[in-house]
């Protein structure tokens, strides 16, 4: 069963910046998706950005490209969430995710394209 560990949310002050980190354990299949979710207060769990590990695709919700960048750990175990010029709307609980194989460029905004989902790490940006 995949495990995913999430760290490095916080507060900060808008205009700032937070990076996020996720550890995946217990795959067993070397190919998989691994990002980002987050759930602001009252609304729906949104995809920010994924990677597909060890090489292929990269895809950022248009809300964060340019100030978020998702990377990942030579082992192929690990992403991080750059956060930079950080908004009061990204204020929200943010969720590692994975699935297995690849992330697919039409489909990877999709919740339910994931099988497993980490604890979530808060990230609080005031004005």
Known sequence: QVRLEES????????????????????????????????????????????????????YADSVKGRFTISQDDAGDAVYLEMNNLKPEDTAMYYCVHRPWVCYPVSWSLSSDYNAWGQGTLVTVSS
């Open 8 to 59: 490095g949310g916080g507060s900060v002050q808008a205009g700032g910046s937070l990076r996020l980190s996720c550890v995946a354990s217990g795959y067993t299949n070397n190919e998989m998706c691994l990002g980002w979710f987050r759930r602001a207060p009252g609304q729906e769990r949104k995809g920010v950005a994924v990677t597909q590990i060890r090489g292929g695709g990269t895809y």
